[in-house]
C-alpha cells in the first residue's frame, strides 16, 4: 500500500505516477490473436473445434455447441428461491433503469422549408462474451444482456467457454431470466471472431459487449470496426473520499470490494485525517484476514492501494478528475457539493450509505463502466451502445433555392464539381 | 460498371459479394503505425519534427509549429463575401441541428427511496485531425469541429500538415469560423501520437476524430481505448432509389457527386425500370466527360460503380438494409414509406430535390457517417462523440435495507465476500 500527503513536497510527481500507471497486462497476445482471429475467418466451426478442444479441454458433438433454452430455464428454475428472487429484483432495476436511457427521434421542419430529423434503431444482432471461471458472474450477464433486449436487439447471443464441458448453473440462469435467444459453448478470440465473421454453425452479430481476458480484448479491439463493441476495459478500480466522521470499518469494506476482483484492481482512500486513515488501514488488515478472497485482496491491496491524506477534501474534486476512476465514493455530509466539481468519473456513490457493492447488483445503473482513466472520454455501457442513428433531410423546391446556393459556392471552392452539379441540375442553374 | 438484375439466377451470389467488399486498402502500414506512435511517445518534438521534415519536406522552426489565431482569422477576412457567407451559413445550420442533439442529465428517486441518474458532460479536450492535399475540406472541419464546440469542449485542437509549409487558406478560414482553440502543422500518423501522448509543445487531448490516410486511420485505431475515436472510415459510398420518373441527368449527378471523392468511392442506383437505367448510365458518361475531376470520377465508376435493376421498388429496402450505405437518396414521390423500412443507413436523403450533396455542407446533419456496412452497428458523429455520462446512486438507510439483502445473496453466489461485507456491515448484519 502506498502512502501519499498532498502537502509532501514529492506529491505532486508521486501522484503523477499514479495517474499514469494503468495497471494493464503488457501481455502481447496482438499476433497471437491475429492468427487465431483469420483462422476461425477462413475455416469456420472446424477452427472453433479445434480452439476449444484445445484451450477448453472438450470438443462439444456437432450438436451440442448450442446450450438449448430449456437447459437455461432448468438452471433459472433450480436456483434456490431467495436468489431467485435477488437476480429477479435486479434484472427488474436494470431494466427500469435503462428503459429511461431510451432515445428520443427527431422530425421537425425548420423555416426554409427543410425536413430534418434523426432516428434511432436497434442493432440486429448483438453478441454478449460471458467468461469462465473466475470472473463468470450473472450480474454480468444482465448488465450486458438487458440494456440490449432494452434497446430492442432481436438476437441477442451469448458465447461463454465451458472448460471440460461444464457450464455455470448462475449464468445459465442469467441468460435465461434476461432472455438470451443463443448460448454458445465456446470462449476466446475464437468466440468473438465466430460473432464477428460467422461460421456455418453461428450466424455473425453487428456489436459485441462483455468482459474477458488479455485475449478476448485484444480480439475485440481487433475486430472493432468490423462489428462496433464496448470500451477497452483494464482493470477495475475505486476512489473513496472520506471524512473522519465514518466508520473506518465500512471504508475498508469498500476498498476490499474492488481489491478482491482482482490482483491487479485498485483501491485508493482519500481522506481529511491521518488518524482516520492509520484506523482505515487497519481495519483493512484485520478485514482481509476474515475474506476466502483474501489472497486476491492482499495483493491487490499491498500492491496497488493508495491512501492519499490532503490538508482539505477541498482538494478532493482535482484529484478524482486526474484519476477519472470507474468508481468513486463520497462518503460526506454533503456529498452533492464534491460531486458537483467531479467532471470525470465512471459512476458515483453519493454518502456513508451507498457502498459500491449496491451498484454492482441491484441499484440499476450499468455495473460496465469504464476503467484506466477511460472515464475522461467515455461511458458506462448503456442502450446507445446496442443502437444506431440515421439523420434524415427532406427538402422542398423552396428549401434546395434557399440554401442550395451557399452549397454550392462551398462544393466550388472544395473543387468537387459534380456536388455543386447535383445541385445546378435540380436548380436550373 | 456493374449491372445487376434481380430476378437473374445468378443475383443473390453476386449482390452478395458486392456487400461483402468494402473496398478497404489492404495496406499493411500497421507495423510502421505501431513505430511512429511509440517514437512519439517516447521522444516527443524531437520525432514529430523528424517525421515532418520527412514526409511534409518541411521542418517548421521552434516558434513555427502553432498556426496563431490572428493568422486564421486573417484567412477568414480574406475570403470572397459569397464563400464567407456559405461557410457562416453552414456553421450556422450545423450548430442548429446539433444543439439538439445535447442529451438531457437524469436525476430522480425511485419508489424505494434511492435516488439515481446521469449527468453529461464534455471531455476536457478534442484533437480535430484535417488532412492536406485532396481531402483538405472546410467542410469536414466545420463537421467535426461544431459539434465539439456545441458539446462544450474547452479546447478544440486542430491538427493539420502543411506540406513545404504551405496551410490551406480555406481551412484556416473554418478553424477561425468554428472556434478552434489551436492549430498545429503537423499530420500524419505522428499527429495523432502527438495529440493522444501529448507532448512538450502539444498538451494531449481526450477524443480524436477527423478524417485522414490509412495512416491516420490505423494511428487513430491503434490508439482507441488510450483516447477515443470515432468510427473507423472507409471509402464513401452513395445508394439511389430512384423510380423512372427523374431525369437521368439529376440521378446522374448524383452518383457522380460520390464518384469524384475518391477512386474507390461507390455510387450505386436502384431502380424497377431497365431504360430509365440505361438512360441514366448513358448521362453518366455525358456528364464526366464535363467534370474536371472526370479522372477520379470515371475510375470510382467504371470499377466500383453498380446498377441494380429490380422488378419492384419493394425490393429496395432490403437490398438497402443489406448494403447499409453512408448515404441513401430515395427519389420516388412517396419517399417515406420506403424510408419506413430501411433499418441501416448513414443518412437518408428524401425526395427527388434532396441530392446528397445538400447534406454535405449546408442541411444540418452531420457528414461524417458510417461506411462499409457500418451503418448497422455505428451513427454519425454527434455531439455524443465528444461527451461522456457519469451514472451516480445514493442510497438512504431505508433504500439500503430494501435492496441490500438482495445484493448480499447475489454477492455470495459470484464469491465475492467483500462485495457483502460492504453492504452487511452497513445493515449491521
Given at each position: 500500500m502506498l502512502r501519499l500527503k498532498s502537502s509532501d513536497p514529492g506529491f505532486a510527481k508521486a501522484f503523477a505516477r499514479l495517474v499514469k500507471d494503468r495497471r494493464e497486462s503488457d501481455e502481447n497476445v496482438a499476433r497471437d490473436v491475429q492468427t487465431i482471429i483469420e483462422d476461425v475467418r477462413l475455416r469456420g466451426d472446424e477452427a472453433l473445434a479445434e480452439y476449444t478442444a484445445k484451450f477448453d479441454g472438450h470438443a462439444p458433438a456437432d450438436d451440442d455447441w448450442r446450450i438449448p433454452p430449456e437447459a437455461c430455464r432448468e438452471a433459472f428454475d433450480a436456483l434456490k428461491p431467495d436468489l431467485r428472487a435477488a437476480l429477479e429484483l435486479a434484472a427488474q432495476r436494470i431494466r427500469d433503469y435503462h428503459r429511461a436511457q431510451l432515445p428520443e427521434n427527431r422530425d421537425y421542419t425548420d423555416e426554409s422549408g427543410m425536413r430534418l430529423g434523426a432516428r434511432w434503431s436497434a442493432v440486429d444482432g448483438a453478441g454478449l462474451y460471458v467468461p469462465g471461471g473466475r470472473a463468470a458472474y450473472p450480474s454480468s450477464l444482465l448488465m450486458?444482456?438487458?440494456?440490449?433486449?432494452?434497446?430492442?436487439?432481436?438476437?441477442?447471443?451469448?458465447?461463454?467457454?465451458?472448460?471440460?464441458?461444464?457450464?455455470?448453473?448462475?449464468?445459465?440462469?442469467?441468460?435465461?431470466?434476461?432472455?438470451?435467444?443463443?448460448?454458445?459453448?465456446v470462449g476466446g478470440a475464437q468466440a468473438v471472431a465466430a460473432l464477428a465473421y460467422g461460421t456455418a454453425r453461428i450466424k455473425p452479430v453487428d456489436v459485441i459487449t462483455g468482459p474477458g481476458n488479455a485475449w478476448v480484448a485484444e480480439a475485440k479491439r481487433q475486430l472493432f470496426g468490423v462489428v462496433g463493441i464496448d470500451m477497452v476495459a483494464g482493470p477495475s478500480e475505486i476512489l473513496v473520499i472520506a471524512d473522519a466522521k465514518n466508520d473506518p470499518q465500512w471504508i475498508a469494506a469498500d476498498l476490499l470490494s474492488q481489491a478482491e476482483h482482482d490482483p491487479v484492481a485498485q483501491s485508493i482512500l482519500i481522506t481529511d485525517d491521518a488518524a482516520f486513515a492509520d484506523q482505515v488501514?487497519?481495519?483493512?488488515?484485520?478485514?482481509?484476514?476474515?475474506?476466502?478472497?483474501?489472497?486476491?485482496?492482499?495483493?491487490?491491496?499491498?500492491?496497488?492501494?493508495?491512501?492519499?491524506?490532503?490538508?482539505?477534501?477541498?482538494?478532493?474534486?482535482?484529484?478524482?478528475?486526474?484519476?477519472?476512476?470507474?468508481h468513486v465514493e463520497i462518503a460526506t455530509d454533503d456529498p452533492q457539493s464534491l460531486f458537483d466539481k467531479i467532471r470525470h468519473a465512471g459512476s458515483v456513490f453519493l454518502g456513508r450509505m451507498t457502498p459500491e457493492a449496491v451498484g454492482d447488483y441491484v441499484a440499476g445503473p450499468n455495473h460496465v463502466l469504464p476503467t484506466g482513466r477511460r472515464a475522461r472520454f467515455s461511458s458506462g455501457l448503456s442502450v446507445l451502445d446496442f443502437m444506431k442513428r440515421t439523420s434524415f433531410i427532406e427538402a422542398t423546391d423552396a428549401a434546395l433555392a434557399a440554401v442550395g446556393p451557399a452549397a454550392i459556392a462551398l462544393a466550388e471552392a472544395e473543387g468537387l464539381a459534380a456536388h455543386a452539379r447535383s445541385i445546378e441540375v435540380r436548380l436550373g442553374l
Open positions: 450486458n444482456a438487458i440494456p440490449a433486449k432494452v434497446a430492442g436487439v432481436a438476437r441477442l447471443v451469448v458465447v461463454t467457454p465451458t472448460p471440460k464441458g461444464e457450464a455455470n448453473p448462475l449464468v445459465l440462469a442469467a441468460a435465461h431470466l434476461a432472455g438470451a435467444d443463443e448460448v454458445w459453448r488501514a487497519d481495519m483493512v488488515g484485520v478485514e482481509i484476514a476474515m475474506l476466502p478472497t483474501a489472497k486476491v485482496a492482499k495483493a491487490s491491496w499491498d500492491d496497488y492501494g493508495v491512501i492519499i491524506v490532503v490538508d482539505s477534501l477541498d482538494e478532493a474534486p482535482a484529484l478524482a478528475n486526474a484519476l477519472a476512476a470507474e
